[in-house]
């Protein structure tokens, strides 16, 4: 079972704390064309594993001590890199994957507002409720996603390092979820950028997570190539 959360706020158990480094996957082809994504399992680009490469580097300086993946190719090929650089076995989950797009897997923002306008404008509104045939809400993946990256950090013992390589919005979800967040402030979070991560540290005195770090590439100081990718989805 996951550790009681109530607003953010975890029970104190440990006299060090732990760390959850959140990992985006790194380039695809339709990341590179704007594509929605979703379960649809689109392996990663030559530039993909170049920055998987990169950011397994600087995963490897973190000390990991287990690391964890969602099941679909893009994100299990990133999470491979670290293991290589790492020498962790990683552990999928498909509670991990991105959100279930449904009838919009594989269309560009214009395709979605062509053929599905109404959900096209809830969507850009922040509505979040109104989809498409077969599409996950972000309440539905919010109550996948956050339970499995808590059940992560109890995996972890006091002053452990873990490492889990997802997807960029349903990271967002979980991220506001475990920090206990309302999903209204979504809008106000810069969307993580392919092999970025963030660092969740935990605050043992207090009982609750803290946002440590957000939205590091491998590029920004002294671990390599900067990458940047701005694809909206998966």
């Given at each position: 079972m996951p550790p009681q959360v109530e607003a953010g706020v975890l029970?104190?158990?440990?006299?060090?704390?732990?760390?959850?480094?959140?990992?985006?996957?790194?380039?695809?082809?339709?990341?590179?064309?704007?594509r929605a994504q979703g379960h649809a399992d689109v392996p990663l680009n030559d530039t993909?594993?170049?920055q998987a490469k990169a950011v397994a580097l600087v995963m490897a300086s973190f000390g990991p001590s287990r690391l964890w993946s969602s099941d679909l190719a893009r994100a299990r090929q990133t999470a491979d890199a670290i293991?290589?650089?790492?020498?962790?076995?990683?552990?999928?989950?498909?509670?991990?994957?991105?959100?279930?797009?449904?009838?919009?897997?594989?269309?560009?923002?214009?395709?979605?507002?062509?053929?599905?306008?109404?959900?096209?404008?809830?969507?850009?509104?922040?509505?979040?409720t109104t989809v498409v045939a077969g599409e996950e809400t972000t309440p539905e993946v919010r109550a996948r996603v956050t339970p499995a990256l808590l059940q992560c950090l109890k995996g972890l013992a006091a002053g452990e390092v873990g490492v889990v390589v997802m997807h960029g919005a349903c990271l967002k979800v979980g991220l506001l979820g475990v920090l206990g967040w309302p999903?209204?402030?979504?809008?106000?979070?810069?969307?993580?950028?392919?092999?970025?991560?963030?660092?969740?540290?935990?605050?043992?005195?207090?009982?609750?997570?803290?946002?440590?770090?957000?939205?590091?590439?491998?590029?920004?100081?002294?671990?390599?190539?900067?990458?940047?990718?701005?694809?909206?989805?998966?």
């Open positions: 029970r104190p158990s440990r006299d060090q704390p732990r760390t959850l480094v959140l990992v985006r996957h790194g380039e695809t082809d339709w990341n590179l064309s704007g993909g594993r170049v293991a290589a650089a790492t020498g962790l076995t990683v552990e999928c989950d498909r509670r991990l994957r991105e959100y279930d797009v449904g009838a919009r897997s594989g269309l560009t923002l214009a395709e979605l507002a062509e053929q599905h306008p109404q959900e096209y404008a809830d969507w850009m509104a922040g509505r979040t999903w209204e402030l979504s809008r106000t979070i810069q969307g993580i950028e392919n092999a970025a991560y963030c660092v969740l540290t935990e605050d043992v005195e207090r009982g609750l997570l803290r946002l440590t770090s957000y939205n590091e590439k491998a590029g920004s100081g002294r671990h390599g190539p900067d990458f940047v990718a701005d694809a909206p989805v998966g």
